[in-house]
Structures are given as C-alpha cells and as structure tokens.
C-alpha cells in the first residue's frame, strides 16, 4: 500500500508540463496576504478551530448562512462579535490594533494584531485571537435539567511571513490554538458520559508556500502544510484522546499559450492530503490512516466577455477502503452586458471528513470517532449576475448536487428492545449516520446601494432533497430526511452609516424546514430565527467602541438537536489601533 501511495504521489507531482489557472484555490492561498487590515470579523474566525486565523472550510451539501465564515452553524454562531467596521485600519497608519467586547453570558472577545515587517519586499505580521463563554444555555426539549452551562475557551497565535523578489513569493506561517470546551448537549435525563469535563484540542500548524510571478514561460505554486494535533481525552475521561498529523502537499503548473486570438493556459493540479493517527490505548477502536491523492488536468480559455475552464479530478483514496474516482471541474462565465454575466460551474468530488474537518464542522462530534469519506458524482451551480449602474444587483442560480455517503449529525442514543416498551439512553455527543443525497436548489440575491451611507442585501434560498439507502441504527429507514439542514433560507443585512463617527449594522437570518431523528422518528426541529443589531461610534482615527444586540427576538433553537444556542446576549467593547 505504502508503495503505491509514493508511486502515485511521485506521478501526480512530478507532472511538471501542466499546472492551474491563476485564480485557483492554491494560487489564492499563496498570494501576499492582504493589505494589513484586520477586522473583528478575523477573531471571529476562532470559532472555525482549529485552523488559524483562516479556518479550512469544508463544502457541505447545503450551507447555512455564514456569520463568522463558517459552513454549518455551530452554537458559536449565537456568541457575537462586533461589527467589522469598528477595527478598520487604514493600512498608511496604523500598525496593529487591539479590541476586546464582553457580554452575558461571559461572553468575551479580544483580537491582538501587528505589522511588525512592511515593506514592498517584506511582511511579518503578528495575529492573536481569542474567544469564551461560559453561560448557561436553557434547552429547547422539556427535560430535567432543563439547562447546562456551555463553556468554550479558544485561544490562538499565529506569526505570518512574506517575501517577494523577482522571480516569485515566499511564505511562510505557523502558529499554535487551543481550544476547551464541554459537551454541553442535552441528554434528556441520563447521566452525563464526560459529566461536563472539559476537552481540549491543541493544535500547532506550519505552512510554506512559493509562487512563481506570473509570466508568459512555466509558472509554479508550491505548498506543503502540516499540522500536528491532540484531545485531551477519548470515550472516557480516564482514556487517552486523539492525536496525530496531517500532511497536505499541493504543487501546481501551468503553460500560457496563445488559441486563436485568446488568453489559454494548459496546466494540472497535484494534491496529497495525509493523516497520520497515534494507536488508541481502547483495543476496540480501530483507527486507520487516510491518504487522498488528486491529480486535477484541465485547460482554460479567456476572451474579452468570457471565460471557460475544462478540467477533471481524478482521485485516489487510500482508507479502510480504496478507492478510484473521476469527477469534473469545469467553469463557465459569459459577461452580457457591462454588469450582467452569465456562470456555470460543475465540480465533484471527495470530502475526506478527516478529524480536524470534523472538529471544524462541529467540535461536539463523538470523541475518537472518524467519519466516513463522501463522494461528490456531481456540483453543479449555475446562474445569472444582474446589475445596473446606479448600485442596484439581482442575481438568480440554481444547483443540482449528489452526494454518496453523505453524513447527518444526530444527537446520540441506543435503545433497548428487549422489553415491550421500548427504552432510549441518551449521550451528550454527536454521532453520523449515513445515506446517498441529491439536493436541488433555486435561490435569489437582490442588493441595493443606491445611497451612499446605506447598503440593503436580502438572499433566499429554497432547497429541495432526495435520501436514498440510509440505515439508523442498522433499520433501512424509508421515511429519512435530510437531517439538520435547513429547507429554506433567508439572510438580510443592512449597513447604515449615520456619519463618519457613526455606523449601524443589522442582521436578520432565518432557516426553516429543519429535521432531526429522535427515539425512533422524524422530529421537526425549530427555525432558526436570528435578528442583530450592531453599533460602532468612532470617537478618532485610532479609538472606538462598539455595541452588539444578538437574537433581539429571544427565540430558543437547537443549532444541532439537543445543542440549544443563547438566547438574547448584548456585547460592549472598544478598539483601538496602534
């Protein structure tokens, strides 16, 4: 097995006559960090541990809107961060800044960030981030104890270096997170299996990049990014957590040439994801090593309204179950008019669901417990971009995507059947199950900025699903719902500035249609029903405070079922840039 791993990656990286598109996601990755200009929104990011500060955000089948850039909605969601525009820095300026917000509910954050290296050649720049609660948050379920304090403590640095010479961009970044934080769930009257102890994930990162300029000849982009993590403790508190690496590697080239007239380049994308697990002192957990292994060739066109990009995936899995997979990669844009244009995109294939993306996902996953790898057959996104001049945007799209081996997560529960009425023990974890999903959806956008101080967004998504040969608790389930995903969404935000030292924000989310499974049946779950209000009052260039309202509508909803998120919470706070 270990032969053909290095056989394969040998093949795939050393392809050298091809490579990607400049506005990959790899390329994306290796380019000089921005502008240094941190915004509250970055200590946000910590919610996503345990990747730091830009968390690796796994594509889910359907996404709930994103508060803090976060794919599925932990209970973080309900904990606030100010609003962004109160730690702007005007990069000319100001070299660093620092804020910090409390609230109810302990709520607490703080953000720490540095320039210490700026210049046209060289940047070194210096992130620290930080996030708390420790509350108690009153269950959606009528149950005894109708509530549990949900303690959440992450902590996380990281030091970012970047050089640019002629020929191309060195990077290079590490840092360390940790993060503590209890099983809060609801376990609807039995006794708590970690009885509110806290696990911990540690979670230390390096990564290098080096990017070619971008030029006529051959052009590079070289990455490699290891991470090395461990929990505190595994099924038990008395046994041993999780602990291992992750080694990702990617290498991309690319050939511009010229096809008739427009811009072409041929090139492939080489890519091996690793992870390396520490034996379990448990006897009966099994853990195995993954190895996904991706060799993605394609060639792009670009004329003066369109572009096109053809391409597949082709993918080795190397699990408790091997396997070889083609998946298309394909981008479409057409501009229509001097606003308008015109997309489609269709793209496939793994989610490796290794266990840092799970911890991303969700942090309350069942400890020492790897979920299994989806294959995506097909993702497709189409759609049209309309607007206008005067500052007003209305987009329409639709999709159509098909998942194999898709995961829900369910509060966790085993029952027994040996007597006639049926008896349910419930933990306060979270555990898969597992069905092939199709998901169609059709959605709109409409955003006005026609005056200047307000901007106006509204988006509404419909989703439509389809659950084939999904098993709980080994039953074939003939009924099954696409678990905790919302049927519909809707998101407002609206900014209004009221004057250079004033500015308002307001948020409105809601996502209904939601299921679970609970003790044997479909349970309809509460809407997510989220109303936020933001303040920012400007005193100078350097100081300011800020003020945010959070589910103004005091609405109780579980985000996952049992996992209820806070009720209404108010944060207060300053920043200030240095």
């Avoid at 993060?179 to 299996?193: I, L, M, P, Q």
């Avoid at 572009?307 to 229509?336: E, M, T, Y």
């Avoid at 799970?358 to 996104?381: A, C, G, H, I, W």
């Amino acid at each position: 097995m270990k032969k053909n791993i290095l056989l394969i990656s040998g093949l795939i990286l050393c392809s050298g006559l091809f490579a990607q598109n400049s506005d990959t996601l790899l390329r994306r990755q290796l380019e000089l960090e921005r502008q240094f200009n941190p915004t509250l929104q970055d200590a946000n990011k910590i919610n996503s541990l345990p990747a730091l500060p830009v968390p690796n955000i796994k594509k889910a089948d359907a996404s709930y809107a994103t508060w803090a850039g976060r794919v599925n909605p932990p209970i973080e969601i309900a904990i606030p961060g100010p609003a962004a525009i109160a730690t702007e820095i005007p990069y000319s300026l100001q070299k660093g800044y620092i804020s910090m917000s409390a609230g109810n509910y302990a709520n607490i954050n703080g953000a720490l960030g540095y320039r210490i290296i700026d210049n046209d050649n060289s940047k070194l720049n210096f992130l620290f981030l930080h996030q708390s609660t420790n509350g108690d948050i009153k269950f959606v379920q009528n149950s005894d104890p109708s509530s549990n304090t949900a303690y959440r403590m992450d902590n996380g640095g990281q030091l970012a270096y970047a050089y640019r010479f002629a020929q191309g961009t060195f990077k290079i970044s590490g840092g360390y997170s940790h993060s503590a934080f209890n099983y809060y769930g609801n376990t609807f009257g039995n006794e708590r299996v970690f009885d509110n102890k806290h696990q911990t994930l540690g979670l230390a990162h390096l990564l290098l990049g080096l990017q070619s300029t971008e030029s006529d000849n051959l052009n590079y982009a070289v990455r490699a990014e290891i991470k090395n993590f461990s929990t505190k403790f595994g099924t038990t508190i008395d046994e041993s957590g999780l602990g291992g690496n992750q080694t990702k590697l990617a290498v991309e080239l690319d050939k511009p040439f010229d096809a008739a007239g427009s811009d072409a380049k041929i090139g492939v994308e080489g890519k091996w994801d690793g992870v390396f697990l520490a034996k379990s002192e448990n006897p009966a957990i099994d853990l195995y090593n993954y190895h996904l292994i991706d060799a993605s060739p394609f060639i792009s066109f670009e004329g003066l309204n369109w572009k096109a990009r053809l391409g597949a995936n082709v993918q080795f899995q190397f699990a408790d179950d091997d396997k070889v997979r083609v998946a298309p990669n394909v981008q479409l844009s057409v501009k229509v008019a001097d606003h308008s244009s015109l997309y489609a995109n269709i793209e496939g294939g793994f989610d490796s669901n290794t266990i840092l993306d799970m911890m991303n996902e969700s942090r309350y996953v069942q400890p020492m417990l790897q979920v299994k790898p989806s294959f995506t057959l097909v993702d497709l996104e189409a759609g049209a971009k309309i607007g206008s001049a005067n500052g007003v945007r209305f987009d329409i799209f639709g999709g159509y995507r098909q998942t194999d081996n898709e995961h829900f997560l369910l509060a966790s529960e085993t029952s027994d059947n040996t007597s006639s009425v049926p008896t349910f023990i419930h933990a306060e974890y979270l555990t898969p199950i597992y069905g092939n999903l199709s998901r169609s959806h059709v959605g709109a956008m409409l955003q006005i900025a026609t005056w200047s101080p307000l901007d106006l967004t509204a988006r509404f998504s419909k989703n439509f699903y389809s659950i084939k040969d999904i098993s709980i608790d080994g039953v074939s389930a003939s009924d099954a719902k696409a678990y905790n995903k919302p049927g519909y969404e809707l998101d407002c935000r609206a900014s209004f500035e009221v004057s250079q030292q004033i500015k308002l924000t307001l948020n409105y989310y809601l996502a209904g249609d939601r299921w679970s499974y609970f003790e044997k049946q479909n349970v309809k779950m509460k809407n997510i029903n989220d109303l936020n209000l933001g303040a920012v009052y400007s005193i100078n260039d350097a100081f300011s405070i800020h003020l945010n309202a959070n589910n103004l509508l005091a609405q109780k909803y579980d985000i996952w079922y049992g996992y209820a998120a806070q009720g209404f919470n108010a944060m207060g706070g300053f920043s200030f840039k240095f």
